[in-house]
């Protein structure tokens, strides 16, 4: 994979703030629906238990703002779904096989080489055993990282969009928050910030090149 870049000398410095699952990651759900099958589950079963399971949404939210480990996280959940089912990296194994988003990471590279500011704003699902920051190998590529297991946050708070303004360091008129949940949008718009929500890669990465005046290329 590689990047160009466009002359930003006509272009203004912006801050990039960016989600991970879902933004830098290809969408998750049929890969999760695959994963639950030779786990001896149903197709669904990981998003009901995380979802619509009362005790599997009270874990996520403990596990996203720091108050539990992804160890004790993956016990908890692994009890939910089935006592067949193997608790230890439970997280690693159903993220390890989601791919990164490639247009988007190359979108990201080249705004940073481009010099624009970028930054990480993610809810978290647990760091260790299974960090899914370094799977995908994208944590060196931010000049900030807000991750709400670190912070105690999580989005759609107001905090941690604040949070992350400040330490991203430039004004409203030039930050650009990009999230595939349109809940999470909200937020940034209310304290300034253009906000970009992904439905698309494509179209995402699109709406981003014109925004922030680079152009990102893949090759094989």
Same mark, same amino acid.
């Given at each position: 994979?590689? !990047? ?9 410095? @912006?801050?990039?703030?960016? =989600? ?10 049929? #890969?999760?629906?695959a994963w639950c099958v030779p786990e001896g589950?149903? /197709? ?5 238990? %995380?979802?619509?399971?009362? $005790? ?10 720091? $108050? #539990? ?6 016990e908890g959940t692994a009890a939910l779904l ?16 989601? /791919? /990164? ?15 624009? @500011? ?8 647990? &760091?260790? *055993? ?12 931010? =000049?900030? !990282? ?9 989005? *759609?708070? *107001? ?5 992350? &303004?400040? @330490? #991203?360091?430039?004004?409203?008129? @030039? ?14 718009? +209310? ?8 439905? =698309? +890669? ?5 709406? %981003? +090149?014109?925004? &922030?005046?680079?152009?990102?290329? %893949?090759? #094989?």
């Amino acid at each position: 994979m590689s !990047h160009s870049t466009t002359d930003v000398s006509r272009y203004e410095q @912006r801050g990039l703030i960016l =989600d991970f699952a879902g933004v830098l990651t290809a969408s998750a759900l049929a #890969i999760h629906q695959a994963w639950c099958v030779p786990e001896g589950l149903a /197709p669904g079963a990981w998003c009901a238990t %995380l979802n619509d399971h009362s $005790e599997g949404r009270r874990l996520y939210a403990a596990l996203e703002i720091g $108050e #539990i480990g992804q160890a004790e996280w993956n016990e908890g959940t692994a009890a939910l779904l089935g006592e067949h089912v193997d608790p230890v990296n439970l997280m690693g194994r159903a993220w390890s096989d989601v /791919p /990164p988003a490639c247009r988007m990471v190359a979108l990201a590279r080249a705004a940073r080489a481009a010099g624009h @500011r970028l930054a990480l704003a993610s809810n978290s699902f647990g &760091l260790d *055993p299974f960090n899914p920051y370094e799977h995908v190998g994208i944590w060196d590529l931010f =000049d900030v !990282h807000v991750v709400s297991e670190l912070e105690g946050l999580a989005k *759609p708070d *107001p905090a941690i969009y604040r949070l992350a &303004l400040e @330490r #991203i360091g430039l004004p409203a008129e @030039r930050r650009v928050f990009v999230d595939d949940h349109e809940v999470n949008l909200p937020p940034a718009a +209310e304290l300034g910030t253009t906000t970009v929500h992904v439905t =698309d +890669e494509d179209r995402a990465v699109a709406e %981003l +090149e014109a925004l &922030l005046g680079v152009t990102a290329v %893949l090759t #094989i």
